[in-house]
């Protein structure tokens, strides 16, 4: 009888394309006429917005924008002013073909170059470093078992967490701005959106939670700059074909655009938000997987490789304080305050994970002479609740400004991290088998062999070293258990050289 051998598949949740890409940046912005001109140039700000990210086939393709907001101070007035254009960018990348993807789109400004032409007209040059990373399921096959009378193999049960299903679904929040009426103009507005409640139903999730924006605006009447915060709540459902009560249901929420518009009868400000739900749910699985094996018979090759198992998979939600001193000088009064934050970076060493990231602070603060001016801080942050991650751990964390405070000259940043850790541990699984059915084994008559075993020392081991069946000595045994719990002297019917 020949071998046969008998394959599953064992799931993954893998890292399928992690691409940077600059995105270079020329434009000339022409400010309206019912724009202050340009006297002096605070700060320069870039963000990009995603409108669409799918993969079709093995194709995939990333559109939206960068947003480049300028921040100036006008000869006219003391008022800070801003204006700000949008620069469309398409990239398409050769990822493969798997079977579920769950994308995630990351960038920072890379370089700013602002040059006013004349009062009303600047010119921009400069570029924006994206990071795109695709997290899909790489189905690989193991051996569970050999057919073969003379083979015996030593089998081990894996469980595993992997992404069973993903969808995106982009909504609309339309609701009232209660800002003053004597509202001026709208500098910036920042969000920060907390972990939403998720709750799993038969093809469905249901994603409830809020954003928070800080709408940062001036007023008509005065130079100073106001902050208003308002909370847009939401209730989604995401179709999910096939997700299970017990999945692990997993949701990024992003805001594609921001925009406020104004009612021509009333002058009533509404603001309409377009978020984006990217939902995945991971699935456990348990399969048995062959990780050694031999042959009492005949001569056998073999061969054993490295599998990484996905043993969990858990959400990250946490905040962060980052305190920046004496941001200022004495006789600056700070107005407000924006961050830009370098990509998470994480290293294994000396058995445990270091993940780093840089804070930078761009402060705008009005001097004694009126004049607006921007002073830059940075801070390190190192993330210890990171630390007990594995060497093979897939960390996907974002990190966002989610607001600040001001005690006088210090600034103390809270700094959002949103992601997922998964975790995996290497298994040497065996990947095939043959034996040689030409080239018997010499064997000599039966015997009776003493040996002796230490405590952990595991049946499978011992019969292999002795070619016999570990059953056998088991039961010659009356052992349990495949490891020995003790050290003790084993029978172990073998045969003689």
């Excluded at 990239?91 to 890379?110: A, D, F, P, R, S």
């Excluded at 051996?143 to 299903?165: G, K, L, P, R």
């Excluded at 509404?270 to 399969?287: C, G, N, P, S, W």
């Excluded at 290293?347 to 761009?362: G, P, S």
Aim: proline share 4%; with cysteine; net charge negative.
């Amino acid at each position: 009888m020949s071998t046969k051998l008998f394959f599953d598949t064992l799931p993954s949740t893998v890292k399928s394309a992690d691409v940077n890409f600059e995105q270079p940046l020329e434009t000339e912005i022409l400010l309206a006429d019912y724009d202050a001109p340009v006297f002096k140039i605070v700060k320069t700000t870039m963000e990009h917005l995603i409108t669409q990210k799918y993969i079709m086939q093995t194709k995939l393709t990333v559109e939206g924008f960068v947003k480049v907001n300028i921040y100036y101070q006008s000869n006219q007035n003391a008022k800070l002013h801003m204006v700000s254009h949008k620069i469309p960018f398409q990239k398409q990348l050769e990822v493969g073909e798997y079977k579920t993807n769950l994308i995630i789109v990351q960038g920072n400004c890379q370089y700013v170059n602002i040059r006013p032409q004349n009062p009303t007209r600047i010119d921009v040059r400069g570029a924006y470093m994206f990071n795109i990373r695709v997290y899909s399921v790489q189905d690989t096959q193991v051996i569970t078992a050999v057919a073969s009378e003379s083979v015996c193999c030593d089998s081990t049960q894996v469980e595993c967490f992997a992404m069973a299903v993903q969808n995106v679904r982009q909504f609309t929040i339309e609701q009232p701005l209660n800002l003053p009426p004597n509202m001026h103009k709208v500098l910036r507005v920042s969000t920060d959106i907390p972990l939403p409640a998720v709750a799993v139903y038969t093809d469905k999730i249901t994603v409830k939670g809020d954003i928070n924006a800080d709408i940062v605006y001036t007023l008509e009447d005065s130079d100073e700059i106001k902050t208003h915060s308002q909370s847009f709540a939401y209730n989604q459902i995401v179709d999910m074909p096939e997700i299970m009560d017990k999945n692990i249901p997993y949701t990024q929420i992003s805001v594609a655009s921001f925009g406020i518009s104004q009612n021509s009868e009333d002058k009533k400000l509404t603001a309409v938000i377009t978020v984006q739900i990217d939902a995945a749910a991971f699935a456990k699985h348990q399969i048995i997987a062959v990780n050694d094996g031999f042959s009492r018979s005949y001569e056998y090759q073999k061969e054993s490789n490295q599998q990484l198992v996905d043993t969990n998979m858990h959400s990250i939600n946490k905040n962060i304080s980052v305190q920046f001193n004496d941001a200022v000088p004495s006789e600056c009064r700070i107005c407000d305050v924006q961050f830009e934050i370098s990509p998470l970076k994480s290293y294994y060493e000396i058995n445990k994970t270091t993940a780093k990231a840089k804070v930078f602070a761009h402060i705008i603060a009005v001097n004694g002479q009126n004049e607006y001016e921007c002073f830059t801080k940075t801070e390190d942050m190192v993330f210890d609740w990171l630390e007990k991650c594995g060497r093979y751990d897939e960390i996907c964390v974002d990190l966002s400004a989610a607001g600040f405070s001001v005690n006088e000259k210090n600034v103390t940043a809270n700094i959002s991290a949103k992601g997922f850790v998964i975790e995996k541990h290497p298994l040497e699984l065996l990947c095939s088998f043959e034996e040689n059915c030409d080239k018997p084994q010499q064997r000599g008559k039966e015997a009776l062999v003493i040996c002796y075993g230490k405590k952990g020392d595991r049946i499978f081991d011992i019969a292999k070293a002795h070619n016999v069946s570990p059953q056998i000595i088991m039961e010659e045994n009356m052992l349990e258990s495949g490891t020995l719990p003790e050290d003790c002297m084993l029978f172990v019917p073998a045969f003689e050289q």
